[in-house]
């Protein structure tokens, strides 16, 4: 009798130290994957140390408001990412608004190309909530740019519901580099402004 054949086998465990160069270039690939997707948002030119300084400062907030990385491997082989942390505690104001709550919040997920559809961001996802759960989250929320269909629709089915929309229109033209748009933001008079 042949035997059944078996699916791939993927795990999910918090990140490691000698994961760190893996991470920066996932998080590498998936900027240049959405610069690809939303040119009007992402460069799609970004410096070599890209990677490198998105997982550093990334790593910082994590640390501060609590929180950590998951990687996930197909048959061995380390295929994605994802990020948390413990959202701070909101302000006064946020308080009066909204009903209590302590919210997780993903930074970044990420799945190679080759291991996509396989079940590996679901199994992310749900590491995640487990880990959010023991630290005392009882929601977790991200966000996702409105032209990412195909993101907006894995969330979905692994239960998110989307609560808003941030809206985007050009008004002017856009600066033609950083430098420039600090010296915009140099221009912009301090205080409120005053009416004349």
Request: proline share 9%; with cysteine.
């Amino acid at each position: 009798m042949p035997k059944a054949a078996r699916g791939p086998r993927f795990e999910v465990r918090l990140a490691r130290p000698n994961d760190r160069p893996r991470l920066e270039a996932w998080q590498r690939d998936l900027e240049e994957h959405l610069a690809a997707m939303l040119p009007d948002f992402a460069s799609p030119r970004l410096p070599p140390s890209y990677g490198r300084e998105y997982v550093a400062h990334s790593a910082k907030t994590v640390r501060k408001f609590g929180g950590f990385w998951l990687v996930a491997g197909l048959d061995g082989t380390p295929v994605g990412f994802l990020s948390a942390m413990v959202q701070p505690y909101p302000e006064r104001i946020t308080r009066m608004e909204s009903l209590p709550s302590l919210q997780g919040y993903v930074l970044d997920a990420f799945v190679v190309p080759r291991a996509r559809g396989q079940g590996v961001g679901g199994a992310l996802f749900k590491e995640a909530e487990r880990l959010l759960r023991k630290l005392g989250c009882d929601s977790v929320h991200l966000n996702v740019n409105a032209r990412n269909v195909q993101a907006r629709g894995f969330y979905r089915s692994t239960g998110f519901r989307e609560l808003g929309l941030r809206l985007w229109k050009p008004i002017a033209v856009r600066p033609r580099d950083w430098p420039e748009a600090g010296r915009r933001r140099r221009r912009v008079p301090k205080g409120p402004l005053r009416a004349t």
